[in-house]
């Protein structure tokens, strides 16, 4: 059964101060791994799709990086607006039709000024 | 474009009453979803459709139908409403190329209460 395990669950930082989540994942063939952020009362927004080991993706402050059981989105510099919770989802290769995705419980991330 | 619409926002049902999500997308997507988020927790996804037609259950489909008339609209339906029902839905597209991964957008949420 697929599993999905990001830590941490919440993650308090100061502005400017760097950190990583960790997205680990559990499937028996890996079709993509993706990023989504989620402001509060708001529907997931896309962020980046990583599809084998070794790939790197950026997108302003962000970088996800992804190796064959886990991936990590490193937040550098971060400020107050990125505050959010971002969620890792998998889609594996035997599932593929329909394009199902499998979340896992997100990281809610707070910068504070 | 709109992207993905989704009404109401909000609603607050009576247990065994019914209701219709309605979830309209703009960008001719092949693929929609709906998926429902709990408190903290991850989204989890009750039915897909690969298109108009063609419907099938995700992980928690009890206590809910769909069906799939058009591309465009992809409603949700409750019957006989139950606490255990009270969440976030999300309704979500994407397109299918039939090469790569293809990307779900997502809708603004609909917030439903069973009470």
């Known amino acids: 059964e697929d599993q999905v395990t990001q830590s941490p669950e919440a993650l308090r930082l100061q502005e400017g101060e760097s950190s990583s989540l960790n997205c680990s994942y559990t499937?028996?063939?890996?079709?993509?791994l993706f990023w989504y952020r989620q402001d509060p009362g708001k529907g997931p927004e896309f962020l980046f799709t990583?599809?084998?080991a070794g790939e790197e993706k950026e997108k302003e402050r962000l970088k996800a990086t992804l190796t064959k059981k886990e991936s990590f989105l490193h937040i550098t510099a971060p400020k107050p607006e990125d505050s959010a919770t971002y969620l890792c989802a998998v889609q594996e290769l035997i599932k593929a039709a329909g394009n199902k995705l499998t979340f896992g419980g997100g990281t809610r991330v707070l910068v504070k000024p | 474009n709109a992207g993905v619409t989704q009404t109401p926002k909000f609603r607050i049902l009576k247990i065994g009453q019914s209701m219709t999500l309605q979830c309209t997308q703009d960008?001719?997507?092949?693929?929609m979803y709906w998926y429902r988020q709990d408190p903290g927790m991850g989204l989890k996804l009750i039915y897909y459709?690969?298109?108009?037609?063609?419907?099938d259950k995700g992980e928690v489909p009890n206590g809910y139908n769909v069906s799939r008339s058009t591309t465009e609209d992809f409603p949700l339906r409750l019957e006989l409403a139950a606490p255990s029902q009270t969440s976030v839905y999300f309704c979500?597209?994407?397109?299918?190329?039939?090469?790569?991964?293809?990307?779900?957008?997502f809708g603004p949420g609909t917030r439903l209460t069973v009470l």
């Open positions: 979500a597209s994407s397109p299918h190329s039939g090469g790569a991964t293809d990307t779900q957008y």
């Open positions: 960008m001719n997507h092949n693929y």
């Open positions: 990583l599809y084998s």
């Open positions: 499937v028996s063939g890996l079709r993509g």
């Open positions: 459709s690969v298109g108009a037609g063609i419907t």
